[in-house]
């Protein structure tokens, strides 16, 4: 089968953006294999007193879901059509985050978060 045949079968990662009251990419190293992940402080330079509403318009613009544990926030800034925000439980550890967030998202399709807000 030629090259570009495969290419099309191949899934998507997702590109998440990790919200400041995360640890750093680093920290999360199963999701950082199965993702395209960028906090919003270490990697795009935000303060960690940003406004929810800058940092979902900085996923927008770099097409990217938010990881955050602020849900009833942030769920109210998605827009049809825009990347999504995945919300987890803000107790867990980073090993947790890291276990519970890659188990999720494995085998699914960004296309299908598309808009949407989740909690996981």
């Known amino acids: 089968m030629p090259k570009n045949k495969l290419s099309q079968y191949k899934k998507q990662k997702f590109r998440l953006l ?4 995360f640890a750093k990419p680093e920290f999360f190293p199963k ?3 199965k993702t395209n992940l960028a906090h919003c402080v270490h990697d795009l330079g935000l303060s960690p007193q940003t ?9 927008i613009t ?3 879901f938010v990881l955050t544990i602020n849900y009833r926030h942030f769920r109210k800034l998605v827009k049809p059509g825009k990347p999504g925000v995945f919300a987890i439980e803000s107790e867990l550890s980073n090993k947790e ?8 998202l494995s085998g699914k399709d960004p296309k299908d978060f ?7």
């Not at 406004?51 to 996923?59: G, L, T, V």
């Not at 985050?97 to 999720?104: N, R």
């Not at 598309?114 to 996981?120: A, H």
């Open 18 to 21: 990790i919200d400041s009251a």
């Open 31 to 33: 999701l950082k294999l």
């Open 51 to 59: 406004e929810d509403i800058e940092i979902y318009k900085n996923a």
């Open 62 to 64: 770099s097409n990217r």
């Open 97 to 104: 985050i890291d276990e519970t967030v890659t188990k999720f």
């Open 114 to 120: 598309i808009g949407k807000s989740v909690k996981i």
